[in-house]
T-cell receptor
Framework: GQQVMQIPQYQHVQEGEDFTTYCNSS?????IQWYKQRPGGHPVFLIQLVKSGEVKKQKRLTFQFGEAKKNSSLHITATQTTDVGTYFCAGPNKRANNLFFGTGTRLTVIP | NAGVTQTPKFQVLKTGQSMTLQCAQDMNHNSMYWYRQDPGMGLRLIYY???????DKGEVPNGYNVSRLNKREFSLRLESAAPSQTSVYFC?????????????FGEGSRLTVL
């Protein structure tokens, strides 16, 4: 069945360091979405990528969608304590009636 | 706008008891979803409803039932709770289909089954 894997599972960084999480799908995706979940909170949508090779930026966050549309990455430049949380990628199944979530990367930022 | 509202936020059940989680959205979305979140396993879809009057199974539907009462409300029922159903449950709503737009999540319902 369709699987969406993320690495690493956990990441501890010093404040100011960069952070990257990688997402890999077992199947080609029509699009990929990224969500952030703060500790004790609920997932909040960050962005959706649709085109092969697409790169989008949101301030210090850079999102990429692979050429083959099977992988994606989220890069945070100069992390801040407000970046703490778990980052999930998610991709739709072929029937487009479900969004498969990756296992998430939990980011801890040490002040 | 409240967005997606779930109740209750916390619940403790004994094995075999039943309960219903309520969810309502005020964004006029067609699609609504119930996910469960367990440590190290991300979010897994239990049931979804693509439109009022329709429901379909997701990845992990066993032990659950759902009702799409109207366009706004989508409830999740545990008929006979089991310890394996201890989890955090999230209701979500979205546009026409999951692949065309973001999902909006409720704040979650933390369920413990003893």
């Amino acid at each position: 069945g369709q699987q969406v894997m993320q690495i690493p599972q956990y990441q501890h960084v010093q404040e100011g360091e960069d952070f990257t999480t990688y997402c890999n799908s077992s199947t080609t995706l029509s699009n990929i979405q990224w969500y952030k979940q703060r500790p004790g909170g609920h997932p909040v949508f960050l962005i959706q990528l649709v085109k092969s090779g697409e790169v989008k930026k949101q301030k210090r966050l850079t999102f990429q969608f692979g050429e083959a549309k099977k992988n994606s990455s989220l890069h945070i430049t100069a992390t801040q304590t407000t970046d703490v949380g778990t980052y999930f990628c998610a991709g739709p199944n072929k029937r487009a009636n479900n969004l498969f979530f990756g296992t998430g990367t939990r980011l801890t930022v040490i002040p | 706008n409240a967005g997606v509202t779930q109740t209750p936020k916390f619940q403790v059940l004994k094995t075999g008891q039943s309960m219903t989680l309520q969810c309502a959205q005020d964004m006029n979305h067609n699609s609504m979803y119930w996910y469960r979140q367990d440590p190290g396993m991300g979010l897994r879809l239990i049931y979804y409803s693509a439109s009022e009057g329709t429901t379909d199974k997701g990845e992990v539907p066993n032990g659950y039932n759902v009702s799409r009462l109207n366009k706004r409300e989508f409830s999740l029922r545990l008929e006979s709770a089991a310890p394996s159903q201890t989890s955090v449950y999230f209701c979500a709503s979205g546009g026409l289909a999951a692949n065309t737009g973001e999902l909006f999540f409720g704040e979650g319902s933390r369920l413990t089954v003893l």
